[in-house]
């Protein structure tokens, strides 16, 4: 990464060839540019390959508030994910080492470890995703009263969000729910005070309002399942934009797969449930700060 590779020009690079630095013409003209001398240094050469110190030490700083320690000399800044994950894959992987990688996934990460001749073994994104699975259990208990299976759950959810994004959006909609569920008589007070306890997230707050009601699990699931699709595709005939139409079509297609993903829930064993999704994770890694309600609402 430090090294350089070629002694042939590389436009690319970013900087000037070190022979263009040796004229008197281009620290001349670079100066006329800068004008201030304390900039001189900083526009002819590279900065601190692994990053701004100052970024660093800041960086090493937060991350002790996490309990992670880790000097601002172990710490690298990348431009991006991109860069950051072909860091890592030029300096930890090696040719025909085999990598995991969520399908369907970005076809350009997949492109990138061919290329270096890695062996992509994919691993498929279920149908029925993991929060069904949670409630096909969770409803069951909060029936059941038992809290300790109900703690479990709560937790495999919280640990299974990658990132504060994700983790903040189950945790804010189990609130809200929670505080919804405190305004209707039929709702369990016993039941209320131990979900505001473990802090819930959404399922879990979700298999208490469908507890209360004497509906089977499968038809809970059937939905929160339609619920989960019918605001996707509302969030899309906002953002993209899309029409109502092409928005009723979208929803008609997810709604056809629905009931399969609910029989699969239904059947799934704790040992088989997971949550598998690091691209996913990674571009909610960059836009973890949000400044919208739209796709909270």
């Not at 080492?97 to 279920?126: K, S, T, Y």
């Not at 969030?235 to 899309?242: E, G």
């Not at 399969?260 to 704790?270: F, K, N, R, W």
């Amino acid at each position: 990464m430090f090294q350089p590779v070629s002694h042939k020009p590389q436009p690319g690079m970013g900087v000037f060839p070190s022979d263009w630095l040796e004229t008197t013409f281009m620290p001349t003209a670079i100066r006329k540019v800068t004008s201030a001398s304390a900039l001189r240094d900083v526009s002819l050469h590279y900065g601190e390959p692994k990053g701004d110190m100052s970024l660093r030490r800041a960086l090493s700083q937060k991350l002790g508030t996490f309990n992670l320690q880790a000097d601002p000399g172990q710490i690298i800044t990348t431009i991006g994910a991109t860069h950051a994950l072909d860091i890592i894959s030029r300096t930890v992987l090696r040719a025909g080492d085999c990598v995991m990688v969520e399908e369907p996934g970005w076809a350009v990460e997949f492109a990138r470890l061919d290329a270096l001749g890695m062996r992509i073994l994919p691993v498929p994104r279920r149908a029925d995703g993991p929060d069904l699975a949670v409630m096909a259990q969770a409803i069951p208990a909060w029936r059941e009263s038992d809290l300790q299976r109900l703690a479990q759950l709560n937790d495999w959810v919280l640990q299974t969000r990658e990132t504060s994004e994700l983790r903040l959006q189950a945790e804010q909609m189990g609130r809200s729910l929670l505080d919804w569920l405190r305004n209707h008589d039929d709702a369990n007070p016993a039941h209320i005070a131990a979900c505001a306890r473990m802090q819930p997230t959404y399922p879990v707050a979700f298999s208490l309002a469908a507890s209360q009601t004497a509906a089977p699990v499968r038809d809970c699931l059937l939905a929160y399942a339609f619920g989960w699709a019918e605001n996707m595709m509302q969030a899309a005939i906002k953002s993209v934009p899309l029409g109502q139409s092409a928005g009723q079509r979208i929803l008609a297609r997810l709604a056809r797969d629905i009931p399969a993903a609910v029989e699969a829930a239904l059947q799934l064993p704790d040992s088989e449930r997971q949550a598998f999704s690091p691209m996913l994770a990674i571009l909610s890694a960059q836009h973890e700060t949000q400044y919208s309600r739209l796709f909270r609402s």
